[in-house]
């Protein structure tokens, strides 16, 4: 999950940022937060510069928030909503909301997916919703998919999460073609490696290579299983499967099942997946991890995501108090897709950490009162898992792309 962001430089900086980020994490450092780049509004959710996350890592929030039953500050919903340009995208940050987009502004398909699914969450805002999804629309590839900027190559990721978003407004997303008569399910199936390729089969890339090739990633393959599935960034619990094999077809069923074959295989392993970003050292990836069992779950069911859940109750919390919003809501969807409650994550009340690091929300479930006399720490804008693989595309695409997202590459 979600991803991403901007261009090469963009890619630089928050690439070369998440890893010092892991690698103080991973070495137990309790660094304090670099002071913000650009003013932090007083309705959005977390503290750290929101140049780059700021329409992601508030949609999350209310999407997870939306599964644990409360409702936002008027303020934060405002302020998502004023994030909008005229013709219905969405920019990562938009400083001065005030002043009218043009083409200078770099607006792109996983902010604009990401808010449409916020939007339809918090209830309320259907224009704004009509106007994402029309955006979406008009930018969708020739081959089905979406990039994540404007008529960028598609990867898997952007185009999971704009999946995600019609899903969300009702529309079926094998429904809504290129003129060439392709979806985005169309583009994922292009994008996945066949079940003869050994334990590689059943994954997806998140791009084809400059050769055509293409490479297992992790959090393609999450990205890409609730994308099939049309589930978007909170996906329910699934029903076990027949057979846990890898099976050969092209349908949306198909992809989703393989996906989570995949993804089952590489967390029984350790538990969990571990960090693929340049540099870094050999460590866990919590928010791939988190998004993979969301995925695993909702794909197939819970019985193989019971041991790498407990593995994340154990040791995922300090990642998501460093981290901020974004991390609270992917630990969040893997509690709801798995059948767990969000407020007793090995202890620690998630929503109420997540609704701390934001205006207080406009309404909760009872259980949530308590929740700010708890002892999270936390206001970090966090970098979600999605996120940074849009980071990553960045990379790959201006070194060689950003995060469709949900952030980082992994196995």
Not at 22 to 46: C, E, H, I, M, N
Not at 91 to 115: H, I, L, M, Q, Y
């Amino acid at each position: 999950m979600n991803i991403r962001r901007s261009a090469a430089l963009v890619a630089a900086t928050v690439v070369i940022g998440a890893v010092s980020a892991q690698a103080a994490f991973a070495d137990g450092a309790a660094s304090a937060s670099p002071s913000p780049k650009a003013v932090v509004p007083s309705g959005l959710y977390g503290k750290t510069d929101p140049t780059y996350d700021g329409v992601w890592r508030q949609s999350l929030a209310f999407v997870a928030q939306d599964t644990a039953g409360v409702h936002p500050a008027a303020k934060a919903v405002d302020w998502l909503a004023g994030q909008q340009c005229a013709d219905g995208g969405f920019a990562a940050f938009r400083a001065d909301p005030g002043k009218a987009c043009d083409a200078k502004t770099p607006v792109d398909s996983n902010s604009t997916a990401a808010a449409v699914q916020a939007l339809v969450a918090v209830g309320g805002r259907d224009q704004a919703v009509t106007k994402g999804v029309g955006w979406l629309k008009k930018n969708q590839n020739d081959d089905g998919g979406w990039g994540y900027n404007p008529g960028g190559d598609s990867d898997a990721n952007s185009t999971s999460v704009v999946l995600g978003a019609l899903a969300a407004a009702g529309q079926q997303g094998a429904d809504v073609t290129s003129d060439s008569g392709k979806s985005g399910v169309d583009a994922l199936a292009a994008l996945a490696l066949p079940c003869s390729d050994g334990k590689n089969g059943g994954a997806l890339a998140y791009q084809p290579d400059k050769k055509g090739r293409l490479a297992p990633n992790a959090d393609a393959t999450a990205a890409g299983v609730l994308g099939a599935l049309g589930s978007g960034f909170a996906p329910g619990k699934g029903k076990a499967p027949g057979a846990y094999t890898c099976e050969s077809g092209k349908s949306a069923d198909d992809l989703a099942h393989n996906g989570a074959v995949h993804l089952q295989n590489q967390l029984s392993t350790h538990l969990y997946l571990k960090s693929q970003l340049a540099g870094a050292e050999d460590q866990p990836d919590y928010g791939n991890t988190a998004d993979a069992v969301a995925a695993v779950a909702a794909a197939e069911g819970v019985k193989y995501t019971k041991d790498p859940y407990a593995w994340l109750e154990k040791n995922a919390k300090g990642w998501a108090a460093q981290s901020g919003p974004a991390a609270y809501a992917q630990l969040i969807f893997a509690a709801h897709a798995t059948g767990n409650d969000p407020r007793d994550f090995g202890g620690t009340d998630l929503v109420g950490a997540l609704n701390k690091t934001g205006p207080a929300p406009a309404a909760a479930d009872s259980a949530d009162d308590g929740a700010k006399k708890k002892d999270d720490k936390s206001d970090g804008g966090g970098f979600g898992t999605w996120w940074i693989v849009g980071v990553m595309f960045v990379a790959a695409v201006g070194a060689g792309f950003l995060i469709s997202g949900r952030k980082k590459q992994q196995l």
